[in-house]
C-alpha cells in the first residue's frame, strides 16, 4: 500500500541553523514526490517536486531536497532558517489518477 | 499565484444544517480536488473530478457529495452537517499531462465550525 511518514512531528531549530526534514514514502512505482509548505491560517504552497531526473531537487525560498531511491526518503533541507520559515511542511506522494498521499506534517518552530 | 478561491472563507452551522462550499477556479485546469485537514491527520482526498460532470470518491467520502457543472466551478455539500464535519476544506486543481503526474496547486481554504 501507498503511503507518506514524516516520523518528526513537531522540529525546532535555532535562527541560522541548518534544516532537515525527514520523509519516507512507500510505493510500488516511480514516485513523484512534493514538499509544501502551510503557514498559519494559509493555504499550501509548492516548494519543489521530484518527477525524474536530477535526485536533488532545488525549490523554493532557498530549500532543495534529495531523493534516494534506496531509502525510499525525499528528505527536505535548507541550509540557514529564517524566524520566517516557521509554518507546517508536508511532504506527498503523487499516485495513480492524478492522487496525492499526504503525510501528516511537521511543524517547524524557530528560536531567535 | 493560481487561480483559486474558495466561498465562504469561515462558516459556523448547526448540526443537521446542508452546508455547500465552492471552489472557483480561472486556470481552466481538469482536474479538481476536495481535501480535509484535521490535526494529526494530514489533508485526506474526500473527492475529485477530472472533468465536467466526472467525479470520483476519495479516502473520507461519507457524508459528502459534490458537483461539477462548468469547468471552472467544483461544490462540496455536506446534505446534514455533523460535529465530525468541523474541519478546514482545501480545494486543489491541477492539469495533468497524459500518462503523467502534474502539480496540484491549493485554495486558500474554509474553516467550518459545526455546532
Known amino acids: 500500500a501507498q503511503s507518506v511518514t514524516q516520523p518528526d512531528i513537531h522540529i525546532t531549530v535555532s535562527e541560522g541553523a541548518s534544516l532537515e526534514l525527514r520523509c519516507n514514502y512507500s510505493y510500488g512505482a516511480t514516485p513523484y514526490l512534493f514538499w509544501y509548505v502551510q503557514s498559519p491560517g494559509q493555504g499550501l504552497q509548492l516548494l519543489l517536486k521530484y518527477f525524474s531526473g536530477d535526485t536533488l531537487v532545488q525549490g523554493i525560498k532557498g530549500f532543495e531536497a534529495e531523493f534516494k531511491r534506496s531509502q525510499s526518503s525525499f528528505n527536505l533541507r535548507k541550509p540557514s532558517v529564517h524566524w520566517s520559515d516557521a509554518a507546517e511542511y508536508f511532504c506527498a506522494l503523487g499516485i495513480r489518477d492524478d492522487k496525492i498521499i499526504f503525510g501528516k506534517g511537521t511543524r517547524l518552530h524557530i528560536l531567535p | 499565484d493560481a487561480g483559486i478561491t474558495q466561498s465562504p472563507r469561515h462558516k459556523v452551522t448547526e448540526t443537521g444544517t446542508p452546508v455547500t462550499l465552492r471552489c472557483h477556479q480561472t486556470?481552466?485546469?481538469?482536474?479538481m480536488y476536495w481535501y480535509r485537514q484535521d490535526p494529526g491527520h494530514g489533508l485526506r482526498l474526500i473527492h475529485y473530478s477530472y472533468g465536467v460532470k466526472d467525479t470520483d470518491k476519495g479516502e473520507v467520502s461519507d457524508g459528502y457529495s459534490v458537483s461539477r457543472s462548468k469547468t471552472e466551478d467544483f461544490l462540496l455539500t455536506l446534505e446534514s452537517a455533523t460535529s465530525s464535519q468541523t474541519s478546514v476544506y482545501f480545494c486543489a486543481i491541477s492539469d495533468p499531462l497524459a500518462g503523467g503526474q502534474e502539480t496540484q496547486y491549493f485554495g486558500p481554504g474554509t474553516r467550518l465550525l459545526v455546532l
Open positions: 486556470e481552466n485546469h481538469r482536474y
